[in-house]
Structures are given as structure tokens and as C-alpha cells.
């Protein structure tokens, strides 16, 4: 069968378009390949950058920092704290007390072996508060727990916060810091 010159052209450009048709859908399929591995790459980009930068890092950081009181007791594993006399209740009340800015306290007591038992509390004179940041005179010798508290969920010391520890445990090696980060959420240093 032969086909006619108008017939042989009406089938080249047939043969044309179906070339052209696989040709953008290759290119179609690319494009979406591309595009696919594009969202993917800034997913990630904004993931990692929200992870790991302020505050998610540090409310990370902190939560895995810290310890929840149960029953009136910080556990540590190698020490405790244990809320005598209705302390803790003292002291969440001073906490819900002062949510705008953060606060001091000196927490009083007696150690045995690892374990501070604390029976009261008072606030030392402060030199100024903000939300994020406290100044303070410093604990009597008999503190044995400086505590302080932080934004919600800002559980980790600053570098304020250690100088403030370390020179206290030159009249105090025993002295520990708290910093109350949410009403059951407590970080410790020693």
C-alpha cells in the first residue's frame, strides 16, 4: 500500500506531534522532579532553622535539662530536693504572683547526704526585675538554694546565672541554683 504525498505528509506530522507530545511530557516530569527536591531542600532549610534557633533550641535544650517536681520532691538521680512546711506551695503562689517579670529567692533548710530539705524561704533585696532578667542582693551563708525564676519554658542558666553560683560557693560550697522555669519545671546547677 502506498499512500499518497498528502497522506505520507499527514503522517509525518503525526509522527511530529507524538515526538513533541513525549518530549513535554519528559520535560513536564523534570520540571516536577526539580521542583519536588526544591520544596524538599527549603522544608528542611526552615525546619533545621526553627530547631535550632531561639527559643525552640533553647526550650529544647531546657526541657531536657530539667526536672519536674513530683509530690513536693525535685529528683535528680544523684540528688534531691524535697519542699518541707508547705514550701513549695509558698513558693508557687510567689510564682503566679510575679509572672511579669522574674524574681529571686533564698531557700533555707538543712542537707543531708544529697538531699536538700527545704522548710522556708525569703526574698532578697533586688536591685532591679525585668521579664527576663533579675539583680539581687546576695543569700545569707545559710542558703542553701538560690532560685530564681525565668520566662516560661526558659529553663537554661545564663552565663549570669553560673557567675552568680560560682561566687556564692565561695562562702557556700554546698549552695545550689534553681531556676523555675513553669510552675512544676525546675533546672539545677551545683
Known sequence: MQLSPGAFMKEEEKIEEEVEEEVVEEESVIKKVILIVIAIAILILITSYVFVTFPIGDILRGRMESAKIENDVIYLGNLSIVFENNSYYTLKREYFGEQKTEFSLCLLGHKENSTYYI??????????????????????????????????????????????????KKLNPDVLMVVMCEPERFSVYS
Do not use: G
Open 119 to 168: 522548710t522556708s524561704m525569703y526574698q532578697p533585696e533586688t536591685y532591679s526585675k525585668t521579664f527576663s532578667q533579675v539583680s539581687f542582693k546576695q543569700c545569707s551563708e545559710d542558703t542553701l538554694i538560690l532560685l530564681h525564676t525565668h520566662p516560661y519554658k526558659s529553663c537554661l542558666a545564663s552565663p549570669e546565672d553560673i557567675k552568680t553560683l560560682n561566687n556564692t
